[in-house]
């Protein structure tokens, strides 16, 4: 024997909005992991640099690009200014803007400054800088 307790239709009726807790308790977990992830992420520590003991393939005559104490450049042994480096530099590598410019700065450069110089390399379409070091000399 079978009793009918609703009687209303048969049709179920659609419901026409989206359960969004879930999403909410996704984001909520990737936000927690976020928070705690993004400071370790920074560095706040002071470094000085050490010297490198690598090996370093030049070509047959590679282009140095110097930063003197006196913050002028030189391009060689040669002195340039700042605002004739494009013109020189095209001189110097016949156009050539993928070829490898070897950048160095004495040590007490501020670093501002040698950021400066390597925008002006940028916007001089030398994508291509290596910074020079001195080399570790390993011995007893």
Same mark, same amino acid.
């Given at each position: 024997?079978?009793?009918?307790?609703?009687?209303?239709?048969?049709?179920?009726?659609?419901?026409?909005?989206?359960?969004?807790?879930?999403f909410?308790?996704?984001?909520?977990?990737? *936000?927690?992991?976020?928070?705690? /992830? %993004?400071?370790?992420?920074?560095? #706040?520590?002071?470094?000085? &640099?050490? $010297?490198?003991?690598?090996?370093?393939?030049?070509?047959?005559?590679?282009?140095?690009?110097?930063?003197?104490?006196?913050?002028?450049?030189?391009?060689?042994?040669?002195?340039?200014?700042?605002?004739? *480096?494009?013109?020189?530099?095209? /001189? %110097?590598?016949?156009?050539?803007k #993928?070829?490898?410019?070897? &950048?160095? $700065?004495?040590?007490?450069v501020?670093?501002?400054?040698?950021?400066?110089?390597?925008?002006?390399?940028?916007?001089?379409?030398?994508?291509?800088?290596?910074?020079?070091a001195?080399?570790?000399?390993?011995?007893?």
């Amino acid at each position: 024997m079978s009793v009918r307790l609703d009687h209303g239709e048969d049709t179920l009726n659609e419901v026409h909005e989206i359960n969004v807790t879930p999403f909410i308790d996704v984001m909520l977990v990737l *936000l927690i992991i976020f928070m705690v /992830a %993004a400071p370790l992420a920074t560095v #706040d520590i002071q470094v000085n &640099l050490p $010297a490198v003991d690598a090996t370093q393939h030049k070509p047959d005559k590679p282009v140095y690009l110097t930063v003197k104490p006196d913050l002028t450049l030189a391009l060689g042994n040669d002195a340039i200014a700042r605002d004739a *480096l494009r013109g020189t530099l095209d /001189a %110097a590598t016949s156009g050539e803007k #993928d070829k490898l410019i070897y &950048l160095r $700065a004495d040590k007490t450069v501020p670093y501002g400054e040698l950021m400066e110089v390597m925008n002006l390399l940028r916007k001089a379409g030398y994508l291509r800088v290596s910074l020079v070091a001195l080399e570790k000399v390993s011995g007893p």
